[in-house]
């Protein structure tokens, strides 16, 4: 077996998970790839150093990897699925930040959740992505992502005019700080917090919120994802953002830009004990009321 470890960085002041999560790799004689940064930032005793490779580009990840771990909070988790991309790796994400609502599986249960990886006691679930198109280059080769799109105005620059378009058809025109477009497993995090609607990650949907739209009447609207959303936009300024997860370009008003559902999934190891519904429950306090 073979896992690749994947991290932005951990908390030296803190006891190392890294350390702890090598210790119980090793156990298995387990064949073990960790993020190139990660050794030089961090002490590693001799008898690890000599037992790991590295690796720093998503090329560098074999097909043969088993699984990905992925250690630190959602950002982190988000920063895998870029480098995993269509190579079919699972990923596991251990929460080492504060919510961790996809990386829900807590640095307490590092060894619970080893077990499972190698006795293969998990659940995979398959989460659909969004795909960005543009008649200029955007995000080099990776122009998806796993829970948002957003066009954003700049800074203090005045709401744009969003012109949308369903496979060709006119939608609707938002005046707004920005829009979104995400997918299922995006619903619970940009677009729960601009008061979109929350939809199941198996769900085979996009969802269109408005930012700060200046209608009273302009709500989220929900579309199947086997839709081409297109884009036109109008403004004041001549530059707006375009945004993917936590990938942030500046681009030229004139640019055309299109989004559909990506060709392939990315796989995120569920332990068996959690669900969304308890994910919701627990890490948003959904339905929290003092009479239940």
């Known amino acids: 077996m073979k896992i690749a470890i994947y991290s932005r960085g951990l908390d030296a002041s803190l006891e190392n998970p ?4 090598l210790n119980e790799l090793v156990k298995y ?26 690796f720093q580009f998503s090329e560098e990840l074999m097909p043969d990897i088993d699984c990905l771990i992925s250690l630190g909070g959602d950002g982190t988790m988000l920063d895998a699925v870029a480098l995993v991309k ?17 990386a829900n599986i807590n640095k307490d249960e590092l060894s619970l959740a080893v077990d499972a990886i190698i006795n293969r006691t998990y659940t995979i679930d398959k989460r659909s992505l969004i795909h960005v198109d543009a008649n200029v280059g955007l995000f080099n080769d990776a122009p998806f992502a796993l829970n948002e799109f957003a066009i954003l105005k700049r800074d203090t620059s005045p709401m744009i005019k969003i012109h949308t378009y369903l496979n060709g ?12 477009v995400s997918t299922p497993t995006g619903s619970t995090g940009y677009n729960m917090s601009c008061n979109g609607p929350i939809v199941f990650p198996d769900a085979s949907n996009f969802i269109i919120t408005p930012i700060a739209p200046h209608n009273l009447n302009v709500r989220s ?28 370009e500046i681009v030229n008003k004139e640019v055309q830009l299109a989004v559909k559902k990506e060709d392939f999934y990315i796989n995120i190891i569920r332990l068996n004990e959690g669900s969304f519904l308890s994910t919701l429950r627990n890490k948003l306090t959904w339905g929290m009321d003092k009479r239940n």
């Open 29 to 54: 004689n387990i064949e073990i790839v960790v993020y190139r940064q990660l050794p030089q930032l961090y002490h590693l005793p001799n008898e690890l150093k000599s037992i790991i490779s590295t």
């Open 18 to 21: 890294l350390v702890y999560l």
């Open 86 to 102: 269509d190579k079919n790796i699972p990923i596991l994400g251990v929460n080492i930040g504060r919510l961790g609502f996809l």
């Open 221 to 248: 609207i929900v579309v199947s994802d086997s839709n081409i959303i297109s884009f036109e936009i109008e403004g004041r300024a001549e530059q707006f953002i375009c945004a993917l997860d936590a990938r942030r």
């Open 169 to 180: 058809e006119f939608l609707n025109t938002f005046w707004a700080d920005g829009l979104l």
